[in-house]
């Protein structure tokens, strides 16, 4: 059984170290979260996750990484600085601003005033004189300097249609109403892909990519029974997009986005190109005279074709929240209770932990470091040689972090060269020689 119940998980977040509030020694900061030294670790292993299938499994998509500060044509032309707002209201008897839709039930909702437009995006000046103009947003998506860079990227590596640009990076929001815990925040990280195709065959691409990104949850232990798929109305679409496909998880305040599949039409490579007319565009964009390229590739008739654009579009955040929750389970075990996150070893913070029974024992602490170097230099991610402790409140700490196996040295393997290895999932232990344990622990991956 997954959390029901949100305050285990931040419960748990805090006291084993995967998430602090920011800024929390003077009081924090709402809607800003700091990942410890678990956190930082699952965090990079579901982005080595997502970037080993969007990138490396395929052969039709690159890499970027691009600047987070932005600067101000980019989010002009691509209809941020319109539109990118919420409606805001201030309660005048409670004196609290809220979003005008999502106003809470202590508000008594009799003075609020004229809903307003606020938009989301952070600025901050560039250079030492902060005189009103010089500024760049900190950028609300990854995914506008991947349309910006399309030429670059298409001229430094000869690709043509179908073929993607991924990007992981941070994003920023002036959210008015933050909400539970890391799923609404105000500093979060995207796993953008922006994959171009020929104008016609993106619907199919639109369904394809909804398929595989269900299928990569699936792979990071969030299953099919847990997610819905919602097909954005069409009054509710973003200006960009022609139809939009959120994949939904229930997390432990209710059913919410996940990840968003859009198919973006070529309004955002159209957006941002000059000489617009000679290009046939299908999308409606605002003319451009500030831009000095063409985002457009030849076809084969010699006409400018300017790709649809499909564009999966998943948080880093919500990402950890989702896994998290799913991994998370109590179990009573002759009366005692115990927590265990059962994560896949991929994400799994730490990989295993390696348990020397006599802490000032020379030869078994030597023994086991040697195991650790040995585990450690197979690079598959951190391998702890644990130090501390007794042996049951070293299971009990792994079982909450969801390591996967723990392996102890005692006086045997120094005799007959052989450790035990305690399954996270299972409890179950065995003997293992230690000339096996390499093809053990690599069996895990
Ligand atoms: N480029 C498209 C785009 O940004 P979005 O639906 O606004 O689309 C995509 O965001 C994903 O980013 C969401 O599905 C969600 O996982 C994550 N996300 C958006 N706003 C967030 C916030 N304030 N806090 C945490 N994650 C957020």
């Known amino acids: 059984m997954p959390a029901t119940n949100i305050e285990d998980l931040i419960a748990l977040c805090k ?3 995967f998430i602090f509030q920011s800024s929390e020694i003077y009081g924090g900061t709402q809607g800003l979260y700091d990942y410890g030294p678990l956190g930082v670790e699952l965090k990079n292993n579901i982005k080595n996750s997502w970037w080993k299938s969007v990138v490396y499994e395929r052969d039709d998509v690159e890499g970027l990484d691009a600047a987070i500060l932005t600067k101000q044509s980019v989010l002009k032309y691509s209809g941020h600085e319109e539109t990118f707002t919420d409606p805001l209201v201030d309660c005048k008897s409670c004196g609290e601003r809220f979003r005008a839709d999502q106003v809470p039930n202590y508000c008594k909702k009799e003075d609020l005033t004229e809903p307003r437009q606020f938009n989301l995006m952070f600025k901050t000046n560039i250079g030492p004189v902060d005189d009103g103009k010089t500024f760049a947003y900190l950028r609300p998506e990854t995914a506008q300097q991947i349309f910006t860079n399309f030429k670059n990227v298409v001229d430094s590596t000869s690709r043509n249609v179908p073929f993607g640009i991924a990007q992981i990076g941070k994003a920023f929001r002036n959210e008015i109403t933050l909400k ?6 105000r ?9 171009f195709v020929v104008p016609g065959t993106d619907e199919d691409w639109h369904k394809k990519w909804v398929e595989l990104r269900i299928n990569w949850w699936e792979k990071q232990g969030v299953p099919k029974k847990s997610l819905e798929l919602y097909e954005v109305p069409k009054d509710e ?10 994949i939904m998880y229930k997390f432990p305040h209710g059913v919410e986005e996940l990840e968003g599949i859009a198919n973006r039409t070529d309004f955002d490579l159209g957006s941002h190109s000059k000489n617009q007319d000679e290009l046939s565009l299908k999308s409606k964009v605002s003319e451009n005279h500030e831009s000095n390229a063409k985002l457009a590739l030849k076809d084969e008739n010699n006409n400018w074709m300017v790709p649809f654009v499909i564009e999966p579009s998943a948080g880093v955040d919500r990402a950890i929240l989702a896994i998290l929750n799913e991994a998370y389970h109590l179990e009573k075990i002759e009366d005692k209770e115990r927590v265990v996150l059962k994560l896949k070893p991929h994400l ?3 990989k295993a932990a390696i348990i020397p029974l006599k802490k000032n024992d020379e030869k078994i602490v030597a023994k086991a470091k040697e195991i650790k170097n040995k585990l450690q230099s197979l690079g598959m991610g951190r391998v702890l040689f644990e130090n501390s402790g007794n042996i049951g409140k070293n ?3 792994h079982d909450e972090i969801g390591t996967p196996i723990c392996i102890t040295i005692d006086f045997e393997t120094l005799e007959e060269e052989t450790v035990t290895v305690r ?13 096996d344990l390499e093809e053990v622990f690599k069996d895990l991956f």
């Open 395 to 397: 299971y009990r700490r």
């Open 180 to 185: 539970s815990f890391i799923f609404r925040v």
């Open 348 to 350: 799994s913070p730490i």
């Open 15 to 17: 006291r084993r170290g």
């Open 423 to 435: 399954d996270r999932d299972t409890m179950s232990q065995k003997r293992v020689s230690i000339n």
């Open 187 to 195: 500093e979060f990280e995207q796993m953008e892909l922006e994959f």
């Open 237 to 246: 679409l973003a200006h960009y997009s022609k139809a939009t496909v959120d």
